[in-house]
């Protein structure tokens, strides 16, 4: 249990951490951002998860993933423009609007995948 | 809008500043892990687009371009915060490419070889997230 910990610890700090740096490199900054999306947990996740668990396993989080997706959209669109229109400081806005990621991903799964 | 590789931006990132999304980065990789022990994969899986990193991301750009225009004497506050937000629109279009990614695996994972599913799932992630800021740059 506790080795399996760390390393998805290693392998998704990793993978983030590296996903991010890419993120800064690039301009402009809206090209940037989009490495804010990328499937830096679910890489590391995945990969793990099919050789604990199996294919068909991680393939349900696959498809579950797309419902987390559609609220990531719409969490990342509401941040964009509410520091847009109002500019409030970018760390309250990020966590104060991870509800509406919580409610869409939770809404999606309970009326579509439950 | 041209597209510029600026490799000083990873001196400017502090220690703390990549160790911060080392450990968000792991936490959440844990968290989703536990979560789909405790509540099936179903559950497990919202989790892998969770926006774990994206507050301290967002954060960074906008102390980062605050400090660049103090550094000439402006305030920055506000260029900053603009940065932040386009950063922020720039991965609302990269979630399009998640979509395509999680779509693809979800798809092929059960009969292809999982590493060549992930290489795949990620070209396509790529492509998809690229063409789509294209197409949006152009509108």
Redesign the interface.
């Known amino acids: 249990m506790i080795k399996?910990?760390l390393t998805?610890?290693?392998?998704?700090?990793?993978?983030?951490?590296a996903f991010?740096?890419l993120?800064?490199?690039?301009?402009?900054?809206?090209?940037?951002?989009?490495?804010?999306?990328?499937?830096?947990?679910?890489?590391?996740?995945?990969?793990?998860?099919?050789s604990a668990?199996g294919?068909?396993?991680?393939?349900?989080?696959?498809?579950?993933?797309?419902?987390?997706?559609?609220?990531?959209?719409i969490?990342?669109?509401a941040?964009?423009h509410l520091?847009?229109r109002y500019?409030?400081?970018?760390?309250v806005?990020?966590?104060a609007l991870?509800p509406i990621?919580a409610t869409v991903?939770?809404g999606l799964?309970a009326v579509l995948?439950? | 809008?041209r597209?510029?590789?600026?490799?000083s931006?990873?001196k400017k990132?502090k220690f703390h500043e990549?160790a911060v999304?080392?450990?968000?980065?792991?936490?959440?990789?844990?968290i989703?892990?536990i979560i789909?022990k405790k509540w099936?994969?179903?559950?497990?899986?919202?989790?892998?687009?969770?926006?774990?990193?994206?507050?301290a991301?967002?954060?960074l750009?906008?102390k980062h371009e605050k400090q660049k225009k103090q550094r000439v004497g402006m305030e920055g506050?506000?260029r900053?915060?603009?940065?932040?937000?386009?950063?922020?629109?720039?991965?609302?279009?990269?979630?399009?490419?998640?979509?395509v990614?999680?779509?693809a695996?979800?798809q092929l994972?059960?009969a292809h070889a999982?590493?060549a599913v992930?290489i795949e799932?990620?070209m396509l992630?790529f492509a998809a997230?690229?063409m789509a800021?294209q197409i949006?740059?152009h509108i």
């Open positions: 399996e910990i998805r610890m290693l392998i998704g700090g990793l993978a983030v951490s991010s740096a993120g800064d490199v690039f301009k402009p900054k809206s090209f940037g951002g989009l490495f804010g999306a990328a499937p830096s947990i679910a890489l590391a996740t995945l990969a793990l998860t099919v668990n294919k068909q396993y991680a393939a349900i989080e696959a498809r579950s993933m797309i419902a987390g997706t559609v609220a990531f959209f969490y990342a669109s941040v964009s520091m847009m500019r409030p400081p970018a760390l806005v990020t966590c991870i990621w991903a939770f799964w995948l439950r | 809008m597209i510029d590789v600026d490799w931006c990873l990132t990549y999304r080392f450990i968000f980065g792991g936490a959440i990789t844990v989703a892990g789909a099936g994969p179903a559950v497990g899986g919202l989790f892998l687009a969770f926006p774990a990193i994206f507050p991301s967002a954060t750009i906008e506050t506000v900053g915060r603009k940065a932040a937000s386009m950063d922020a629109a720039g991965a609302s279009i990269g979630a399009i490419g998640l979509l990614f999680a779509i695996v979800w994972l059960p999982t590493w992930l799932a990620s992630w997230a690229v800021w949006r740059e």
